[in-house]
């Protein structure tokens, strides 16, 4: 059974940084696909970084040069750095697995204040 669980969300100040954590049980995240996606109140989830099982990363057009996807093979997590938080930015983020079709974490709440 796969279960992800995120942690490190938070109210953070227009400018400021908070880092996520996804950690991974019932997979190996090195051998699936994992990635970070959000939703705000009234939109619809959207893509905000990936990692590829070979380690390459993409991230949403409105996340590039300020978030970094990145993976801890040895702990077993995916992590979110992310930087010049926007007031835009908040949302819930949720972990993904590209695993048993697709699998999804709780959710963490992020607020930016401006």
């Known amino acids: 059974q796969v279960q992800l669980v995120e942690s490190g969300g938070g109210l953070v100040q227009a400018g400021g940084s908070l880092r996520l954590s996804c950690a991974a049980s019932?997979?190996?995240?090195?051998?699936?696909?994992m990635g970070w996606f959000r939703q705000a109140p009234g939109k619809q989830r959207e893509l905000v970084a990936m990692?590829?099982?070979?380690?390459?990363?993409n991230a949403g057009d409105s996340v590039k040069g300020r978030f970094t996807i990145s993976r801890d093979n040895a702990k077993n997590t995916v992590a979110l750095q992310m930087n010049n938080l926007k007031p835009d930015d908040t949302a819930v983020y949720y972990c993904?697995?590209?695993?048993?079709?697709?699998?999804w974490g709780q959710g963490t709440q992020v607020t930016v204040s401006s």
């Open positions: 993904y697995a590209d695993a048993n079709g697709a699998s």
């Open positions: 019932g997979i190996i995240v090195s051998m699936v696909a």
């Open positions: 990692i590829s099982r070979g380690g390459s990363t």
